[in-house]
């Protein structure tokens, strides 16, 4: 290493040493300079090895134009006169002159020096609203308090977080290493509760949130607090009756009390300060928006940015608190400009996925009022495939964009001519998909199977439920959203359903037909013949021999019976599943159930499935209470009863009601006896 090098790491390390050194100032670094003048110590110089002069001219001339810059510019100070200097140091702000101390042993001396107080209370005074000097702190300690950045323990930066009352600015962490609360205070100094809440200065530590704010102490000023109590303690016990200890604790209240008090007018002024620092650098900030939408707008993009406000005001060229010049401009233009082109390609696309939904919701209510005009028992596609068609695609997508272009019912009409040779095609190619199901299974199926009793589907895999055909084409468990389907803007979300058995979930519902056999042969009919259509108007009910006792009779409609589960609970409350057994009821019985299944109808506010009204065939589509209102008005009927209504198409056998039924013959009989014993009296009082 040349001497050179060696020299320049010595001269670093003496700054860096010096400027820590500086960064701590202390009450007794403010003093007069004569007594620094005498501290001096006087270290002799080295001498320096001899070199031979060199006589080349070139390098002669090299040492002519060698400069330093500005290093050492400052030292031309010392030929100034004090009272220019002083004029000079008081225009400085206090962090100016904190800094200007650190420079130099001679402006320190001369700003370290007590004479030079007016300097920094001169400086002060160009502060507005900050308080006065307090007596517990020197200028510089004041100014280094206020308005430094570092932290005065580790001289970490930036450090915002100011104890006033402890005249500090601490870092997290040496808050967490000098504070602590009362029962760390009182555990690691032993200073007692009642000197620690009047004498220490505390802290309001909101880090972990309002509810759980904590009240620290300084651990420094009370173990210094508690070394002083000593004198006034015997036995380890604090004499609080000591006059000498009231006395003491006396003058120090009064000490704090007055710091507090400063304090407060200091975390006041700080508070203002923040506030006017946040407005201008807000006002800078709108400048300097303003400037640039001023520029933008001239390039054509003002109607843009009003519509990305947000966005806009948010980027980090348009947000800095900085004045808008030509040059900086120029090197900004062409990021904003390519910005808002960007901007404007995802507003036209969302406009147009907006419009586009829009349209599609239109398109669904014009499908749904064609659907309302179909037979009761008309299988129809789902609304996803419907919309997916040409006809209905062109409309949707091709028609242009604009306020004048807005679809009506007549922009379908010829979308919905289409529709019936759609929907025969659809039903004979799910007809097809259905029988190749159920050769999986069966192999010799064929489409007539389709039609009978003891066909069944499910399509969720949780609790499913057993489908007849056409119903399995139009329940809604075949139509369900994927969860995984996450484009928001895609068709399928836009009307929440799939396209039919879009996830394969269609099956054979294995033990509705097995119990459908079982019904089937309990009813005397062949169950590799019998159709759906026949059992419905048999309609017949079964009773299961399972589920039932002696007098008790658990019975239900054929539907039912085929995903009817026969549980045995034993006397440690498991259950074992049977195999039911079924009988029909007894046609004597039949006239007993039906008056039951009347009340539970009549108790019933059963709302949820879609029925039709079968008095008049209408084919709209009606929640039960609105079929009691209809079969009032339109029919004069007020006590609706099943031979009046029938179920809509896609409604599956789960919501369709009579529900199974516990009929108790011998409560039923009695009832019926005494309902007749109380006419015959009726009658008799009438004729008598």
């Known amino acids: 290493m ?3 090098s060696a020299r320049l790491q010595g001269v670093a390390k003496a700054a860096a040493v010096e400027d820590t050194l500086s960064n701590a100032i202390g009450d007794d670094e403010f003093r007069d300079v004569e007594e620094d003048e005498e501290e001096i110590e006087v270290v002799p110089k080295k001498k320096r090895r001899r070199v031979a002069k060199s006589t080349d001219p070139a390098s002669e001339d090299q040492k002519i134009k060698r400069v330093r810059g500005r290093r050492g510019i400052l030292s031309s100070l010392r030929e100034f006169p004090l009272d220019l200097i002083a004029e000079i140091f008081g225009h400085l702000n206090p962090l100016d002159l904190l800094s200007l101390a650190r420079t130099t042993k001679e402006i320190r001396g001369i700003l370290m020096s007590r004479s030079s107080a007016f300097i920094w209370k001169e400086s002060r005074s160009h502060v507005e609203g900050l308080p006065d000097l307090p007596r517990d702190l020197c200028e510089p300690q004041y100014a280094n308090l206020c308005f430094s950045t570092h932290c005065h323990q580790c001289l970490a930066t930036p450090v915002l977080t100011i104890i006033w009352s402890a005249r500090l600015r601490l870092c997290k962490k040496c808050i967490e290493a000098h504070f602590g609360n009362s029962d760390r205070i009182l555990d690691e100094t032993k200073l007692e509760l009642i000197p620690l809440e009047a004498l220490v200065p505390s802290y309001q530590d909101f880090s972990r949130g309002w509810r759980r704010a904590q009240e620290l102490f300084s651990i420094d000023i009370a173990a210094k607090l508690s ?3 000593e004198a006034f303690r015997e036995d380890g016990n604090l004499q609080t009756s000591d006059p000498k200890y009231i006395a003491w604790f006396a003058q120090k209240k009064d000490e704090m009390e007055e710091i507090n008090a400063h304090a407060g007018s200091c975390a006041e002024w700080a508070l203002d300060r923040t506030m006017e620092r946040k407005n201008e650098l807000y006002d800078a900030r709108r400048l300097r928006r303003e400037a640039i939408v001023k520029r933008l707008t001239a390039l054509g993009w003002g109607e843009e940015i009003p519509l990305h406000t947000r966005e806009f005001s948010r980027h ?6 900085k004045e808008l010049t030509d040059r900086i401009w120029k090197n900004i233009e062409a990021p904003l400009v390519e910005f808002l082109t960007d901007l404007k390609e995802k507003r036209l696309v969302a406009a147009r996925a907006k419009l586009i939904r829009e349209r599609r919701l239109f398109a669904a209510q014009v499908y749904d009022k064609f659907r309302e005009a179909l037979p009761p028992d008309a299988p129809y596609p789902p609304k996803v495939e419907v919309l997916l068609t040409e006809p209905f695609r062109a409309v949707i997508e091709d028609t242009p964009d604009g306020p004048d272009q807005k679809l009506t019912e007549e922009s379908f009409a010829a979308a919905i001519l289409s529709l019936p040779e759609f929907i025969a095609d659809w039903v004979q190619r799910k007809e097809t998909e259905l029988v190749e199901i159920m050769q999986k299974d069966h192999p010799g199926s064929v489409a007539v199977d389709l039609h009978l009793a003891t066909t069944f589907f499910a399509c969720s895999t949780y609790d499913p439920e057993p489908l007849r055909f ?24 836009t009307l929440r359903e799939e396209a039919w058995n879009a996830d394969g979930n269609v099956r054979l519902h294995q033990q509705a037909q097995r119990n459908a056999r079982l019904v089937v042969e309990a009813c005397g009919l062949d169950p590799d013949v019998a159709t759906s259509t026949e059992m419905d108007e048999i309609n017949p009910a079964l009773e299961c021999l399972n589920c039932g006792s002696e007098g008790d009779h658990y019975v239900m409609r054929w539907v039912q019976a085929t995903y009817h589960i026969c549980r045995d609970w034993n006397s440690r409350g498991g259950q074992s599943v049977l195999s039911p057994s079924w ?12 008056a039951e299944e009347r009340k539970e109808l009549g108790r019933s506010h059963y709302s949820n499935p879609f029925m039709h009204c079968k008095v008049c065939g209408d084919i709209r589509k009606m929640r039960f209470f609105q079929l009691r209102h209809h079969l009032l008005t339109e029919h004069n009927i007020s006590d609706p009863s099943f031979e009046h209504f029938t179920y809509a198409l896609e409604v599956g056998p789960k919501d369709r009601f009579p529900h199974p039924i516990r009929l108790n013959l011998h409560l ?8 007749d014993e109380e006419a015959v009296d009726e009658v008799g009082e009438f004729f008598f």
């Open 470 to 493: 056409p119903t399995i084409l139009v329940h809604r468990s075949t139509t369900v959203i994927r969860d995984s389907e996450w484009d928001f803007d895609s068709l399928q979300r």
């Open 227 to 229: 070394e002083e109590c």
């Open 316 to 321: 980090k060229l348009v947000k800095q608190p």
């Open 668 to 675: 039923l009989e009695a009832e019926n006896i005494h309902t």
């Open 2 to 4: 040349s001497r050179r």
């Open 583 to 594: 009988k029909c009821l007894n046609a004597d019985k039949e006239p007993l159930l039906e």
